[in-house]
């Protein structure tokens, strides 16, 4: 296991891996289409390729010139909004392009993959059980089914064609990497932690709180939120198990849930500013709290979250946020 190809390496969870993959002595190719990635998030010891998982020439021509032992799949549309708008486009993208990376790296004898994939997958959570992965899956957006399909089109390629898989169920991703100028960036941002940042630093008037009636301690939605250096660290780790012809399906959180005012109030203490809040009408299917069992990556992968508190995470995207 030298080379790994990352799709998706020049947006947000992607640049992080190519970094962290680079660090450990890995040599990293990148595919992407720069639709929503930025060039200047990839590092420069990476080769970079530009091209679409819709598009299998684009990516014959990555597989024909590079010799790619494992693939970490982070290319993908991730608004949850869009999807129910264009459930089309997330289908294509989201689940035929996997379809086209799978007969791709059939065509040149690649066996490994690293996907990622989504909370989203689960139904709806009731109550404040926490989530493992026997949870039954019944997506309530289009996203989420997207990837739910692509899931499933994977486990059943390893299968006919002899791969290994590894696929991680993310929670609330969050956090910059501490010693690299990377991070979350992007036109309409909808995750909690850079919109209160992003009110923090001015750019925006207030944080709407979706809701203050859900049956959690204060009302507000409870979310388990995880740094993107641990999370992409799952993903390094999983190749070793991989190479041992260990297949799996991963949840990735700390196991601890965080309210939007807990959030908010731990925002206040890293920046040091106001940041202006409204209690709004609660989002459309927006669950009271969905909090991870991750224990199955722990005892398989050896996998351990090193930055549990919260203000550690919003620390690093402040830092991040600042130098934007
Ligand atoms: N949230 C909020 N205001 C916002 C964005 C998010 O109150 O502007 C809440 C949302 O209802 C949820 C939590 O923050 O309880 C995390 O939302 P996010 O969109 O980051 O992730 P999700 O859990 O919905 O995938």
């Known amino acids: 296991m030298k080379r790994v190809l990352v799709t998706g390496g020049a947006g947000y969870i992607g640049s992080h ?15 992407d289409n720069l639709e929503n990635g930025y060039s200047e998030l990839v590092d420069r010891r990476a080769k970079f390729y530009l091209a679409d998982l819709r598009d299998k020439n684009s990516l014959r021509r990555v597989f024909e010139a590079e010799k790619i032992d494992a693939v970490m799949n982070f290319a993908a549309y991730i608004k949850v909004g869009e999807s129910v708008e264009n459930p089309t486009m997330y289908y294509e993208n989201n689940t035929y392009g996997v379809m086209n990376l799978i007969d791709i790296m059939v065509e040149y ?52 064609y002899g791969l290994n898989y590894s696929i991680f169920r993310y929670f609330n991703v969050a956090g910059a990497h501490e010693d690299y100028e990377i991070g979350q960036k992007g036109e309409g941002i909808t995750a909690l932690v850079p919109i209160i940042l992003q009110v923090a630093k001015g750019e925006r008037a207030e944080l709407g709180i979706f809701g203050d009636n859900y049956d959690t301690p204060d009302g507000t939605g409870v979310r388990d939120y995880i740094h993107v250096v641990d999370l992409v660290d799952a993903h390094i780790l999983s190749l070793d198990t991989l190479k041992e012809g260990v297949s799996g399906i991963y949840n990735l959180g700390n196991g601890n849930g965080f309210s939007v005012l807990e959030m ?40 351990k979250p090193r930055y549990t508190s919260v203000e550690e995470i919003i620390r690093t995207a402040w830092e991040w946020e600042q130098k934007q």
């Open 109 to 160: 004898g690649v066996k490994n993959i690293v996907f990622s994939s989504t909370a989203a997958v689960y139904g709806e959570v009731k109550g404040d059980k926490l989530v493992d992965e026997e949870f039954p899956t019944d997506p309530i957006n289009p996203y989420g089914m997207s990837k739910l399909m692509a899931e499933r089109v994977i486990a059943d390629a390893a299968k006919a």
């Open 264 to 303: 908010l109030e731990a925002a206040k203490r890293v920046t040091k500013r106001e940041i202006p809040s409204k209690v709004v009408p609660a989002r459309a299917g927006d669950p009271a709290c969905v909090v991870a069992a991750s224990e199955r990556a722990e005892s398989i992968l050896g996998w």
């Open 17 to 31: 891996a190519v970094v962290q993959l680079l660090d450990r002595g890995y040599e990293v190719v990148v595919l």
